[in-house]
């Protein structure tokens, strides 16, 4: 089993939908998570961090779930900038982050 | 700043080559990390230092060596190069240290994408 899981897509939606992307992780002792964002062939980028109370910034709502081990990210009124791989970023403890393989959005007009 | 920087962009290798990736950063990071990024595979952990003279192995270090000789720059070597390198790679710095920070975001370079045939 991995240990950050994603679907991986593709999203297709249109303009102006709400979308939810999920992520599950493994180890229980993990302590600290995140959403970085890809574009196509490009290098990620922090989207932002997940609190346990949960945190919003702009129209991104991210929320973390640590009895059943999943992290939620929430997309209001997308905009076709969007479009991109979001990454669930995991800190198990140990001196690295654990990547999930991504779930892509593509934002349709 | 640049940032993090990275050169080349694009190699083509022959099995068998040697070759090293340069990665460096401008912003005093102790925290540097080599990834290797392969389709549906997420990003994959290489090598790592904590600091000048201090490095790691990550979950996937066969076939690399790392040093840290200054706190800027961390070069990674493919001593002989595979077809199963082919990949992307990509350079990270960060602001921490410590495994337990709460917030240690990566800064990413542009990456090196690498085939060797």
């Known amino acids: 089993r991995k240990e950050v899981e994603q679907d991986p897509g593709p999203f297709n939606v249109p303009e102006g939908a709400t979308v939810a992307f999920n992520c599950t992780y493994s180890?229980?002792?993990?302590?600290?998570f995140f959403w970085y964002r890809q574009d196509c062939r490009k290098e990620p980028k922090l989207l932002m961090s997940?609190?346990?109370s949960g945190n919003e910034d702009g129209r991104f709502t991210a929320q973390l779930n640590r009895a059943s081990q999943y992290i939620s990210l929430l997309i209001r009124d997308s905009k076709l900038s969007d479009s991109a791989t979001y990454l669930c970023?995991?800190?198990?403890?140990?001196?690295?982050?654990?990547f999930g393989s991504g779930t892509r959005l593509q934002v349709q007009p | 700043n640049a940032g993090v920087t990275q050169t080349p962009k694009f190699q083509v290798l022959k099995t068998g080559q040697s070759m090293t990736l340069q990665c460096a950063q401008d912003?005093?990071?102790?925290?540097m990390s080599w990834y290797r990024q392969d389709p549906g595979m997420g990003l994959r952990l290489i090598h790592y230092?904590?600091?000048?003279?201090?490095?790691d192995q990550g979950e996937v270090p066969n076939g690399y060596n790392v040093s840290r000789s200054t706190t800027e720059d961390f070069p990674l070597r493919l001593l002989s190069a595979a077809p199963s390198q082919t990949s992307v790679y990509f350079c990270?710095?960060?602001?921490?240290?410590?495994?337990?920070?709460?917030?240690?975001?990566?800064?990413f370079g542009p990456g090196t994408r690498l085939t060797v045939l």
């Open positions: 180890n229980s002792a993990s302590q600290s």
């Open positions: 912003m005093n990071h102790e925290y």
């Open positions: 997940v609190y346990s």
């Open positions: 230092s904590v600091g000048a003279g201090i490095t």
């Open positions: 990270a710095s960060s602001y921490s240290r410590t495994s337990g920070s709460s917030y240690n975001e990566q800064f």
């Open positions: 970023v995991v800190n198990t403890g140990r001196r690295a982050l654990t």
